[in-house]
């Protein structure tokens, strides 16, 4: 079973093909960092353009590279939601257009079951079920995953995501976007501790987040005052001390409410260095597993999309080879609770 997957929903264009046998065949990715960068995130019309100007040469470059025609896909997966309306209606209506071109189904994947899947690519892999850290640009939750698409919410952040919060720092410091890599590397020449920032429910007694506040005691340390290339450096380096704490806390804390030894860390923050060793030794120190995608499948791509919509075919019934092309009409859900999905049998 051959799947092309396309993933539209912000600002990475990413397309994939993966084969229910012989694995990833071929990934691609663009990203738009450069053109939002003026404009300290993402401008949603500016997106939805490139995202137009870029997912047909990504597959055919893709196609090429693994050896490929259109005629042998027997699926075309692509992000439904949630994302930016105009982003993802750029790869729905793609995908409708080349599966009822070809006669084949089209498949709506949720972007977070992409994520969350994701890690299950790489070997080892995790085994169901498995408790999920999702940290990304916009949402930050913890899951208990039983199954494909069998997603129980444990907490979320109630304000700011991680993501979010790395970005908004970002700017507080005069740094790039996107936030997240701009403050890791800035983090290396300071020190944690120099100054003092809050660790945002902490100590809650519940799995949900908040880091609006985070940001805003970063806001109280840099606003009115002209800092130094080592204040600026030892702001950096607390602010991702308090992230990493915090969702290491949280994420042994449902390990051990739900009873679980497995930890999923998937989303963009996922690819963070300090979280990562962190959570390594937290977890081996316990008797724990922890496991991430590979770098290049933190970030929004193609790939997980593709992976995600096999997983879900594999325990469907059989494609016919004479399926009947699928509906003229389809949408998009900008916002779609990753709970809603349905389990699929096993």
């Given at each position: 079973m051959l799947v092309l997957?396309?993933?539209?929903?912000?600002?990475?264009?990413?397309?994939?093909?993966y084969h229910s046998e012989r694995g990833l065949l071929a990934?691609?990715?663009?990203?738009?960092?450069?053109?939002?960068?003026?404009?300290?995130g993402v401008v949603p019309e500016l997106a939805s353009r490139d995202h137009i100007r870029r997912v047909l040469p990504l597959t055919r470059d893709i196609l090429r590279q693994a050896g490929c025609a259109l005629t042998d896909l027997d699926a075309v997966a692509y992000t439904e939601g949630p994302g930016l309306a105009g982003a993802l209606l750029v790869g729905a209506s793609i995908a409708h257009?080349?599966?009822?071109?070809?006669?084949?189904?089209?498949?709506?994947?949720?972007?977070?079951?992409?994520?969350?899947?994701?890690?299950?690519?790489?070997?080892?892999?995790?085994?169901?079920?498995?408790?999920?850290?999702?940290?990304?640009?916009?949402?930050?939750?913890?899951?208990?995953?039983?199954?494909?698409?069998?997603?129980?919410?444990?907490?979320?952040?109630?304000?700011?995501?991680?993501?979010?919060?790395?970005?908004k720092t970002a700017q507080l410091l005069?740094?790039?976007?996107?936030?997240?890599?701009a403050i890791a590397q800035l983090a290396e020449k300071g020190r944690p501790g120099r100054i003092s920032l809050p660790r945002p429910m902490l100590h809650s007694g519940d799995l949900?987040?908040?880091?609006?506040?985070?940001?805003?005691?970063?806001?109280?340390?840099?606003?009115?005052?002209?800092?130094?290339?080592?204040?600026?450096a030892d702001v950096a380096a607390e602010f991702e001390a308090a992230i990493v704490e915090v969702l290491v806390a949280k994420s042994l804390a449902a390990l051990q409410s739900t009873d679980l030894k497995q930890l999923v860390v998937a989303g963009?923050?996922?690819?963070?260095?300090?979280?990562?060793?962190?959570?390594?030794?937290?977890t081996t120190a316990r008797g724990l597993q922890v496991f991430y995608p590979a770098l290049e499948f933190c970030t929004d791509n193609g790939a997980m999309i593709a992976y995600a919509a096999m997983l879900r075919m594999?325990?469907?019934?059989p494609?016919?080879?004479?399926?009947?092309?699928?509906?003229?009409?389809?949408?998009?859900?900008?916002?779609?609770?990753?709970?809603?999905?349905q389990p699929v049998s096993a």
């Open positions: 997957g396309i993933e539209t929903s912000c600002d990475e264009s990413g397309v994939a093909l990934h691609a990715l663009y990203s738009q960092i450069a053109l939002h960068a003026d404009y300290g257009g080349l599966a009822y071109a070809l006669g084949v189904p089209a498949l709506g994947i949720h972007h977070l079951e992409g994520h969350l899947l994701s890690p299950l690519m790489t070997k080892p892999a995790p085994q169901f079920p498995f408790i999920a850290l999702l940290v990304s640009g916009g949402h930050s939750q913890l899951m208990r995953v039983a199954g494909v698409g069998s997603y129980e919410l444990l907490g979320e952040t109630l304000d700011d995501a991680a993501g979010e919060a790395f970005d005069g740094l790039g976007y996107p936030g997240g890599p949900d987040f908040s880091f609006s506040g985070l940001k805003t005691a970063v806001l109280l340390q840099v606003k009115g005052r002209d800092l130094d290339a080592r204040a600026r963009g923050v996922g690819a963070n260095q300090k979280l990562r060793t962190r959570l390594t030794k937290a594999q325990h469907t019934s494609l016919s080879p004479h399926a009947s092309p699928p509906k003229r009409s389809f949408g998009v859900r900008p916002r779609w609770e990753l709970s809603a999905l």
